[in-house]
């Protein structure tokens, strides 16, 4: 099972910008679609945005237009660009990735970052 790194995540002001980036290693699977999600508290967790490796992507509805997903495939890297930041926006943020290899499918989580946007 791949491993993944995610980095980024943090405290900003409401219309701030910050950059996660999620970084896949380990193993000779094939990477398909990664995304993020986000968990705020009493809440399940939702999709933010989904990215194919042929670079198709999905995104909740309240973060269209505001959020970028995108993937670097040579670094088996996914990035979430997240600009005009609301408190509803606060939440641990997860890097999700699928994974192929013998006929299997496998799916690989971080262990979350924390974003807060607050004044």
């Known amino acids: 099972q791949v491993q993944l790194v995610e980095s980024g995540g943090g405290l900003v002001q409401p219309g701030g910008s910050l950059r996660l980036s999620c970084a896949a290693s380990g193993g000779m699977l094939r990477l398909g679609t990664m995304g993020w999600y986000r968990q705020a508290p009493g809440k399940q967790r939702e999709l933010v945005a989904t990215i194919t490796s042929g670079g198709s992507t999905i995104y909740e509805a309240s973060v269209k237009g505001r959020f970028t997903i995108s993937r670097d495939n040579a670094k088996n890297t996914v990035y979430l660009q997240m600009n005009s930041l609301k408190p509803d926006d606060t939440a641990v943020y997860y890097c999700?990735?699928?994974?192929w290899g013998g006929g299997s499918r496998y799916e690989s989580w971080t262990q979350g970052t924390q974003v807060t946007v607050s004044s």
């Open positions: 999700n990735a699928v994974t």
